[in-house]
C-alpha cells in the first residue's frame, strides 16, 4: 500500500511543485514546535517564578545590550520572546485545529442532512447559513466573546460558530449531486436505511472538497485567534498565544522595542503562509476539473 502511494500520480505532482514542498516543510517545522516547543527552551515564560523584571527590554542577542540567553530578546515582563513564541505557537495551532474539527463534524452533520433529505429540513439551514454569511464572520466572532467572556473554550465555540457555515454549504451541495446518481437509487432499492447510506456511500464521496476547507479554514482560524487575542477578547493574559504576544508588545512597538511584536507576527505570518501554500496544492490535486 505505502509502495502503491508512492507511486501515485498525487505523489509525483507533490514533487514537481515547489510551492507544495516548501508548504510542507514549514508546516513540518510547526508541527515539531507544537509537539517539542517547551522542550527547547528553558524558561517557561508563563510561571511567573521564572520571570525577573530585570530583565525586562533586553534586546536581541544581535544587537547591543543583548545576551546569548534571550535570543531574540525580552518583553516588559522578563519573559523569553522566543521561549514565548514556541509555548504560544502550540495553543495557536492546537486552536485552530480544535475549531477546525469542530467545525467540520458540525457543518458536514448538517451538510448532509440538509442534501439529503430537502425540504423544509434543507431550507432552515441554508437560510440560518445564508443569515450568518451576511454578517462578517471577525464580527460574529467578537460578539460571541464579548458574550461569553475570555477563555480557549470561549475562543472554540466562537470559531465553530463561525466555521461551520462553509462546511454545511459545501456538503450540502455535493450531497445533492451524488443523491441523485443511480448507486444511490439502487441503494434505496436495496432496503439500505438513510444513515447507512448517507455513511458508506454519500459522506466517502464529498470528503474531497472537505479537506481542502479543512485546510485552508486552519489557517482562518488562527489569524481570527491572534485577532480576538490582540483586542483583548480572546485567551486570557495567563495563556500563551501569538495573538497575545503582539499585544503585548504593540504598545512600544514605536518606541525601539520592536522584538516583542514583530518576531510573533512573523510566525504567524510564515505559519498561515505554509497552511496556504499546502492547501493551494491539494485543492488544484484533489479538484478533477483542474486535472
Known amino acids: 500500500m505505502a509502495a502503491g502511494f508512492l507511486s501515485s500520480e498525487f505523489v509525483h505532482n507533490y514533487k514537481r511543485n515547489a510551492s507544495a514542498i516548501i508548504g510542507s516543510l514549514i508546516l513540518l517545522v510547526f508541527a515539531i514546535i507544537v509537539v517539542a516547543g517547551p522542550l527547547m527552551v528553558a524558561q517557561n515564560p508563563y510561571d511567573i517564578a521564572q520571570l525577573d523584571l530585570m530583565d525586562a527590554y533586553k534586546a536581541p542577542v544581535w544587537l ?30 492546537l486552536i485552530g485545529l480544535s475549531a477546525m474539527a469542530m467545525s467540520c463534524v458540525i457543518g458536514t452533520t448538517l451538510g448532509l442532512l440538509a442534501g439529503f433529505y430537502g425540504g423544509r429540513l434543507d431550507a432552515v439551514i441554508m437560510r440560518i447559513a445564508d443569515i450568518q454569511l451576511s454578517f462578517p464572520s471577525m464580527l460574529i466572532a467578537l460578539f460571541l466573546m464579548s458574550a461569553f467572556g475570555t477563555g480557549i473554550d470561549k475562543v472554540l465555540i466562537s470559531l465553530t460558530a463561525v466555521g461551520w457555515v462553509v462546511y454545511a454549504r459545501t456538503v450540502r451541495g455535493s450531497t445533492l449531486s451524488e443523491v441523485q446518481k443511480e448507486y444511490i437509487q439502487a441503494a434505496r432499492v436495496a432496503g439500505l436505511r438513510d444513515g447507512k447510506i448517507i455513511r458508506r456511500h454519500i459522506l466517502p464521496n464529498v470528503m474531497t472538497p472537505l479537506i481542502v476547507v479543512a485546510t485552508v479554514q486552519v489557517g482562518t482560524f488562527i489569524l481570527i485567534e491572534a485577532s480576538l487575542s490582540f483586542l483583548g477578547v480572546g485567551v486570557p493574559i495567563t495563556e500563551p498565544s501569538l495573538g497575545l504576544l503582539i499585544k503585548n508588545g504593540f504598545d512600544v512597538l514605536f518606541s525601539g522595542l520592536w522584538w516583542t511584536s514583530v518576531f510573533p507576527g512573523i510566525v504567524i505570518m510564515a505559519l498561515v503562509f505554509g497552511i496556504n501554500l499546502f492547501g493551494d496544492f491539494l485543492r488544484d490535486e484533489l479538484n478533477p476539473r483542474l486535472k
Do not use: K
Not at 522578563?78 to 514565548?84: E, Q, S
Open 64 to 93: 547591543e545590550g543583548g545576551e546569548a540567553r534571550y535570543p531574540l530578546g525580552t518583553d516588559g515582563q522578563g519573559r523569553d520572546v522566543l521561549a514565548g513564541i514556541l509555548y504560544g505557537t502550540r495553543v495557536s495551532v
